[in-house]
């Protein structure tokens, strides 16, 4: 059982850990509880957090250390307090304008830099009395205690209570608002919206009642209504003091509730009243007298103000709840009528409006004389008060049946019953995400002329009604946390909300974006919509603690304050790719930051300001995000840290291509992630970039066991039908088809696009992505009319989407592969305009050394040879070779650069220097070894294997093909037989050593692989001719040897100019048998 807070305080070192914002995990949850009950224990950690956060002695600071003494000649209040300035700091807080002072103290607005928030702060002084000024002293603290244990969404919060010497100072929330009585009279209302407000107030006047606490002056004037129509009640026990004392408050301040400039003002009992007492006779007020307050009063045992007093408590009882409940219906009965109730006397409370006489009894009974013929409760009165206003209500409610009569009472529910703990408000979205901004969105969308329009909206509305529903929830849950469970200190709940209040910008900035979004932008705008910060990040609350507070002086303060919003500006427009405009926004907060040295916001708003430069493929992204890091470490915001080192990775493993220091980024990330406790969006990221990196470098075996953590991580946060699995999906795909898992990677890609298009609909740039990939691995599986349909509705979506040739790098790349397709089928010259279409297009928009020029590059090689032009190839492969040495310079390294080498080797071997050959394959093996790239080693061994025998080399040949037997089945798996070509050369292999069974297996299941392809005519020439050969040597199958080097003819005969057979060699073997 834990230790009671006054007999167990917290030792001298752990307040010091606390202070330096490093405390254990388990020091940080036993604080957490400790301090909410442990006043000692706060003002000491208040004390270290001063000596912490004080800065070097500045002669021009506004603030001065305040010494609540009299000095000579100072200013001083009605209460004898001296008048202190605008900017003086006492203890923690910041006194901002004064709201009002009186006989006992003083109210100011404040600001607390702790928790960035504007404050009321009450100062009561204790007068001399019998029992001493320290009696009262203490006196007056235990009431503010009292006061403090209230928590309720219908009573102003005491946020923390204590002393300064002689005074007792309460730090209250500073609500913006007016008092309930000034609320009524400021328009005429009809009755039942009276009673909902004094219903809410009377559920803080219960739940008061609840925690022991007795209000002793409920009136209109301790009710405050907010701008949003909410009744919080205010003031609780501090009318009980022994002596009183004048009190002067300036009419119509703000008080706890205003921001306004106030002029103090003699003799004015204000709304809000903290407390203090204006001594002499009980004065009345005329009914509705404008701007004037009954003053409250205190006798010997009397407290409360004149006219809400209960009988017995003016006898000399003790004021309970049952003198609050006898308050109340003073109130509520001068809401509805406009006046108090008249006395027995003058003929009883009479009913002169049109409020129902159940109402009205209610009413009369709750002011009966003597106590116990009142309600047993306010918890009884305000059921009942409910139930007989509204009691078609509590009918419909009893019998309720099922359709649209049940769903109009529960729209009447909402509307009328008091506001229950942390209900959802829908008004703090109102203008951020609502009707009308939905609609506004629909038709801002369709007048883009953009296909799709309308499912795209549908698309991005319901996204965004998800993330508005749980940003409720996230609200109320961190409500709940400290106002219903009572286990979450206020502080903490204030670091969430801070939280949320910055997602709800976000959320803002966004729909503004939308709003004025392009065909692009509409194509895009259902993954936009998915793009904004999590909502999870709001409850890590060890996250949210760890960075460094911002500055405590409120100008400046209020400068990052600002920068924040201008931030959650550019986060939006990073989130809807409009890149170049996240960079313009996003430098300004950065050169902000850096004037203000707050690391914490540098951090992130180079964070925004890098990771848009990361997409816009700009040089300056690695620099941008380095200093994010640094900034955040500085700030201890490791979260963002950790950010700004993925997104590293990000740039190093696929745009740039630089894996050792890709490699690099992810072991800082990890270390990072497993400092600060964890992240699972952050992890999830960090193991999609390191698989990218990895598939981009062709190392799927080392890719796939990351890429199943990734989907099993991922299933588990947003579910297994979320659009947010897609891109570990494809890159599945991917790693998968580089695997020679063709199939399985069919599986994915088609799982990919069920996804997307029921999420986004078919109009979307991921699903016309997904039919890129898929046609990838039907090329892979030899499909390749499938791969060409695939190719071309990817392009055709593409380009309805974003018009003809848009976007450059997709619609490029589309052309490149429908390009491949048809080399691969024998159209070369359809072929050999399509790459060239293509090359000139990314050497246009893409630096030397891109792979995309030097992969297109590679495919035009492959058609001049095919069409016997070698030395326009040679002239190409030296390109290709020259922007590898560009891209190598720089560090970057993919496997497309060892193609060129490749292609050297074929065109050495057709023009008969199998010497050159087999050097150009060594040095496109040793590329690929030195990169780890082992889906494309197998290919290339299988080059090297070829040129090897062709140079007559046929043991080594023979030892290579094996090793790339290995690699492929250490890939695709031990099960799974190798692609044709690599058949075919190991059975070509074996035919040339002389081992013809072992060369009719080989060539046998890799022409039984051909043929259940689209294989280009010429390849199934030779390989047919080459079991031809093995069935000959084996002697075996003659007939099956005659009519494969019949068809093998055939293939050959329409040629103008064959490359790989002879005519002349396919009729000498049907001659000879």
């Given at each position: 059982?834990?230790?009671?807070?006054?007999?167990?305080?917290?030792?001298?070192?752990?307040?010091?850990?606390?202070?330096?914002?490093?405390?254990?995990?388990?020091?940080?949850?036993?604080?957490?509880?400790?301090?909410?009950?442990?006043?000692?224990?706060?003002?000491?950690?208040?004390?270290?957090?001063?000596?912490?956060?004080?800065?070097?002695?500045?002669?021009?600071?506004?603030?001065?250390?305040?010494?609540?003494?009299?000095?000579?000649?100072?200013?001083?209040?009605?209460?004898?307090?001296?008048?202190?300035?605008?900017?003086?700091?006492?203890?923690?807080?910041?006194?901002?304008?004064?709201?009002?002072?009186?006989?006992?103290?003083?109210?100011?607005?404040?600001?607390?830099?702790?928790?960035?928030?504007?404050?009321?702060?009450?100062?009561?002084?204790?007068?001399?009395?019998?029992?001493?000024?320290?009696?009262?002293?203490?006196?007056?603290?235990?009431?503010?205690?009292?006061?403090?244990?209230?928590?309720?969404?219908?009573?102003?919060?005491?946020?923390?209570?204590?002393?300064?010497?002689?005074?007792?100072?309460?730090?209250?929330?500073?609500?913006?608002?007016?008092?309930?009585?000034?609320?009524?009279?400021?328009?005429?209302?009809?009755?039942?919206?009276?009673?909902?407000?004094?219903?809410?107030?009377?559920?803080?006047?219960?739940?008061?009642?609840?925690?022991?606490?007795?209000?002793?002056?409920?009136?209109?004037?301790?009710?405050?209504?907010?701008?949003?129509?909410?009744?919080?009640?205010?003031?609780?026990?501090?009318?009980?003091?022994?002596?009183?004392?004048?009190?002067?408050?300036?009419?119509?301040?703000?008080?706890?509730?205003?921001?306004?400039?106030?002029?103090?003002?003699?003799?004015?009992?204000?709304?809000?009243?903290?407390?203090?007492?204006?001594?002499?006779?009980?004065?009345?007020?005329?009914?509705?007298?404008?701007?004037?307050?009954?003053?409250?009063?205190?006798?010997?045992?009397?407290?409360?103000?004149?006219?809400?007093?209960?009988?017995?408590?003016?006898?000399?009882?003790?004021?309970?709840?049952?003198?609050?409940?006898?308050?109340?219906?003073?109130?509520?009965?001068?809401?509805?009528?406009?006046?108090?109730?008249?006395?027995?006397?003058?003929?009883?409370?009479?009913?002169?409006?049109?409020?129902?006489?159940?109402?009205?009894?209610?009413?009369?009974?709750?002011?009966?004389?003597?106590?116990?013929?009142?309600?047993?409760?306010?918890?009884?009165?305000?059921?009942?008060?409910?139930?007989?206003?509204?009691?078609?209500?509590?009918?419909?409610?009893?019998?309720?049946?099922?359709?649209?009569?049940?769903?109009?009472?529960?729209?009447?529910?909402?509307?009328?019953?008091?506001?229950?703990?942390?209900?959802?408000?829908?008004?703090?979205?109102?203008?951020?995400?609502?009707?009308?901004?939905?609609?506004?969105?629909?038709?801002?969308?369709?007048?883009?002329?953009?296909?799709?329009?309308?499912?795209?909206?549908?698309?991005?509305?319901?996204?965004?009604?998800?993330?508005?529903?749980?940003?409720?929830?996230?609200?109320?849950?961190?409500?709940?946390?400290?106002?219903?469970?009572?286990?979450?200190?206020?502080?903490?709940?204030?670091?969430?909300?801070?939280?949320?209040?910055?997602?709800?910008?976000?959320?803002?900035?966004?729909?503004?974006?939308?709003?004025?979004?392009?065909?692009?932008?509409?194509?895009?705008?259902?993954?936009?919509?998915?793009?904004?910060?999590?909502?999870?990040?709001?409850?890590?609350?060890?996250?949210?603690?760890?960075?460094?507070?911002?500055?405590?002086?409120?100008?400046?303060?209020?400068?990052?304050?600002?920068?924040?919003?201008?931030?959650?500006?550019?986060?939006?427009?990073?989130?809807?790719?409009?890149?170049?405009?996240?960079v313009d926004r996003a430098g300004p907060v950065v050169t902000e930051a850096e004037a203000l040295g707050y690391k914490p916001l540098l951090g992130e708003a180079l964070l925004v300001e890098g990771e848009a430069r990361a997409f816009l493929r700009d040089e300056a992204a690695t620099t941008t995000l380095r200093r994010a890091m640094l900034a955040s470490l500085a700030g201890r915001d490791d979260l963002h840290a950790t950010e700004a080192v993925v997104h590293q990775l990000y740039i190093d493993g696929e745009v740039a291509q630089r894996p050792e220091q890709a490699k690099l980024h992810a072991e800082e990330a990890r270390a990072l992630l497993e400092r600060s406790g964890g992240n699972p969006d952050l992890e999830a990221q960090l193991l999609v970039y390191q698989a990218s990196s990895l598939?981009?470098?062709?190392?799927?075996?080392?890719?796939?066991?990351?890429?199943?953590?990734?989907?099993?991580?991922?299933?588990?946060?947003?579910?297994?039908?979320?659009?947010?699995?897609?891109?570990?999906?494809?890159?599945?795909?991917?790693?998968?088809?580089?695997?020679?898992?063709?199939?399985?990677?069919?599986?994915?890609?088609?799982?990919?696009?069920?996804?997307?298009?029921?999420?986004?609909?078919?109009?979307?740039?991921?699903?016309?992505?997904?039919?890129?990939?898929?046609?990838?691995?039907?090329?892979?599986?030899?499909?390749?009319?499938?791969?060409?349909?695939?190719?071309?509705?990817?392009?055709?979506?593409?380009?309805?989407?974003?018009?003809?040739?848009?976007?450059?790098?997709?619609?490029?790349?589309?052309?490149?592969?429908?390009?491949?397709?048809?080399?691969?089928?024998?159209?070369?010259?359809?072929?050999?305009?399509?790459?060239?279409?293509?090359?000139?297009?990314?050497?246009?928009?893409?630096?030397?050394?891109?792979?995309?020029?030097?992969?297109?590059?590679?495919?035009?090689?492959?058609?001049?040879?095919?069409?016997?032009?070698?030395?326009?190839?040679?002239?190409?492969?030296?390109?290709?070779?020259?922007?590898?040495?560009?891209?190598?310079?720089?560090?970057?390294?993919?496997?497309?650069?060892?193609?060129?080498?490749?292609?050297?080797?074929?065109?050495?071997?057709?023009?008969?220097?199998?010497?050159?050959?087999?050097?150009?394959?060594?040095?496109?093996?040793?590329?690929?070894?030195?990169?780890?790239?082992?889906?494309?080693?197998?290919?290339?061994?299988?080059?090297?294997?070829?040129?090897?025998?062709?140079?007559?080399?046929?043991?080594?040949?023979?030892?290579?093909?094996?090793?790339?037997?290995?690699?492929?089945?250490?890939?695709?798996?031990?099960?799974?037989?190798?692609?044709?070509?690599?058949?075919?050369?190991?059975?070509?292999?074996?035919?040339?050593?002389?081992?013809?069974?072992?060369?009719?297996?080989?060539?046998?299941?890799?022409?039984?692989?051909?043929?259940?392809?689209?294989?280009?005519?010429?390849?199934?020439?030779?390989?047919?001719?080459?079991?031809?050969?093995?069935?000959?040597?084996?002697?075996?199958?003659?007939?099956?040897?005659?009519?494969?080097?019949?068809?093998?003819?055939?293939?050959?005969?329409?040629?103008?100019?064959?490359?790989?057979?002879?005519?002349?060699?396919?009729?000498?073997?049907?001659?000879?048998?």
């Amino acid at each position: 059982m834990p230790e009671s807070p006054s007999t167990s305080h917290l030792e001298e070192v752990e307040l010091l850990d606390l202070a330096d914002g490093i405390p254990s995990q388990t020091l940080r949850a036993r604080a957490e509880v400790h301090l909410d009950a442990c006043a000692t224990c706060r003002e000491a950690l208040a004390d270290f957090l001063r000596i912490r956060a004080a800065p070097a002695p500045d002669v021009h600071a506004a603030r001065t250390e305040v010494v609540l003494t009299e000095a000579p000649g100072a200013r001083l209040s009605a209460s004898g307090m001296p008048l202190l300035a605008q900017g003086t700091l006492l203890g923690r807080y910041v006194l901002l304008e004064r709201l009002g002072s009186g006989g006992m103290g003083v109210v100011h607005a404040a600001y607390d830099p702790s928790l960035d928030r504007r404050i009321g702060l009450k100062l009561l002084r204790a007068l001399p009395s019998a029992g001493g000024s320290q009696g009262m002293t203490e006196r007056l603290l235990r009431e503010a205690q009292a006061a403090a244990r209230t928590r309720h969404p219908h009573v102003v919060t005491v946020h923390d209570v204590g002393t300064f010497g002689q005074v007792v100072f309460i730090a209250m929330e500073l609500v913006d608002g007016g008092n309930l009585r000034e609320h009524l009279r400021a328009q005429a209302r009809p009755w039942r919206d009276v009673v909902r407000l004094y219903l809410q107030a009377g559920r803080g006047l219960a739940a008061a009642h609840a925690a022991g606490v007795v209000h002793r002056d409920f009136k209109p004037d301790n009710v405050l209504v907010d701008k949003e129509g909410r009744a919080r009640v205010t003031d609780f026990g501090l009318a009980r003091v022994e002596s009183g004392a004048g009190v002067s408050e300036s009419a119509g301040a703000p008080a706890l509730l205003g921001t306004g400039d106030v002029t103090p003002r003699p003799q004015a009992v204000v709304a809000g009243t903290p407390g203090i007492i204006t001594p002499g006779r009980l004065g009345t007020a005329s009914a509705g007298t404008p701007g004037h307050i009954a003053p409250r009063v205190l006798g010997t045992a009397v407290a409360g103000t004149p006219g809400y007093i209960a009988p017995e408590v003016l006898a000399g009882a003790p004021a309970d709840a049952r003198s609050d409940q006898y308050a109340f219906c003073v109130s509520l009965y001068e809401g509805l009528h406009g006046q108090k109730p008249p006395s027995l006397e003058q003929g009883g409370p009479t009913n002169r409006a049109a409020v129902p006489r159940a109402v009205h009894a209610l009413i009369i009974r709750g002011l009966s004389p003597e106590p116990g013929a009142r309600h047993p409760s306010m918890t009884a009165l305000l059921d009942a008060l409910e139930r007989a206003a509204f009691p078609v209500l509590s009918k419909k409610v009893a019998v309720a049946g099922v359709g649209a009569g049940l769903l109009a009472v529960a729209a009447t529910v909402f509307a009328v019953m008091s506001t229950p703990p942390c209900a959802a408000d829908p008004l703090r979205l109102v203008g951020v995400w609502d009707a009308d901004r939905k609609a506004a969105l629909l038709k801002a969308f369709q007048a883009t002329g953009a296909p799709g329009a309308v499912a795209a909206h549908e698309a991005a509305a319901r996204a965004l009604d998800a993330y508005a529903a749980a940003w409720h929830d996230s609200r109320r849950q961190a409500c709940e946390a400290t106002r219903g469970r009572g286990n979450q200190s206020e502080a903490v709940m204030d670091l969430r909300m801070g939280c949320l209040e910055r997602r709800r910008r976000e959320l803002g900035a966004l729909t503004d974006v939308l709003l004025t979004a392009d065909r692009d932008g509409v194509a895009s705008a259902p993954e936009t919509a998915q793009a904004l910060s999590p909502l999870s990040r709001c409850a890590d609350v060890e996250a949210l603690s760890q960075p460094v507070p911002p500055p405590d002086r409120p100008e400046v303060a209020a400068r990052v304050k600002a920068a924040y919003a201008r931030l959650d500006e550019a986060r939006a427009r990073l989130s809807a790719d409009r890149w170049q405009e996240a960079v313009d926004r996003a430098g300004p907060v950065v050169t902000e930051a850096e004037a203000l040295g707050y690391k914490p916001l540098l951090g992130e708003a180079l964070l925004v300001e890098g990771e848009a430069r990361a997409f816009l493929r700009d040089e300056a992204a690695t620099t941008t995000l380095r200093r994010a890091m640094l900034a955040s470490l500085a700030g201890r915001d490791d979260l963002h840290a950790t950010e700004a080192v993925v997104h590293q990775l990000y740039i190093d493993g696929e745009v740039a291509q630089r894996p050792e220091q890709a490699k690099l980024h992810a072991e800082e990330a990890r270390a990072l992630l497993e400092r600060s406790g964890g992240n699972p969006d952050l992890e999830a990221q960090l193991l999609v970039y390191q698989a990218s990196s990895l598939v981009q470098q062709g190392r799927p075996g080392d890719a796939l066991p990351l890429l199943q953590q990734v989907l099993s991580l991922q299933e588990r946060l947003y579910g297994r039908d979320s659009p947010r699995l897609a891109r570990g999906l494809l890159l599945m795909a991917s790693a998968l088809r580089q695997a020679g898992r063709g199939e399985e990677a069919l599986v994915h890609n088609r799982r990919t696009q069920t996804l997307l298009e029921a999420a986004y609909g078919p109009d979307h740039p991921k699903v016309a992505m997904v039919l890129n990939n898929r046609g990838s691995t039907l090329v892979e599986l030899r499909r390749y009319t499938e791969a060409r349909d695939s190719f071309q509705e990817s392009l055709h979506r593409y380009e309805r989407m974003y018009g003809p040739g848009q976007p450059v790098r997709y619609a490029t790349g589309l052309r490149a592969n429908l390009g491949a397709v048809a080399f691969t089928l024998g159209h070369y010259d359809e072929s050999e305009r399509l790459q060239r279409e293509a090359l000139a297009m990314y050497q246009k928009h893409f630096p030397p050394g891109s792979a995309y020029r030097v992969r297109t590059g590679n495919n035009l090689t492959l058609v001049l040879i095919n069409q016997g032009r070698m030395q326009e190839a040679l002239k190409l492969i030296e390109q290709m070779e020259a922007e590898r040495e560009a891209a190598t310079a720089d560090g970057r390294r993919d496997p497309v650069f060892a193609q060129p080498p490749l292609n050297a080797t074929e065109v050495h071997l057709r023009m008969g220097h199998p010497d050159l050959a087999v050097a150009s394959a060594k040095r496109a093996v040793a590329l690929l070894r030195e990169m780890g790239a082992e889906a494309d080693l197998s290919y290339a061994l299988r080059n090297l294997a070829g040129a090897l025998s062709r140079a007559g080399q046929l043991s080594e040949g023979w030892r290579v093909a094996q090793e790339a037997l290995s690699v492929h089945h250490k890939l695709a798996g031990a099960d799974v037989p190798p692609l044709p070509e690599l058949g075919q050369t190991l059975g070509e292999l074996a035919l040339e050593r002389g081992d013809a069974e072992g060369a009719c297996r080989w060539l046998g299941a890799a022409l039984t692989q051909w043929e259940a392809t689209e294989a280009p005519p010429l390849e199934l020439a030779v390989i047919r001719y080459s079991l031809a050969r093995a069935l000959r040597q084996a002697h075996r199958e003659p007939e099956r040897a005659r009519a494969l080097v019949t068809a093998a003819r055939d293939a050959v005969l329409p040629t103008a100019e064959p490359r790989l057979l002879k005519v002349s060699e396919l009729d000498a073997f049907l001659r000879e048998h």
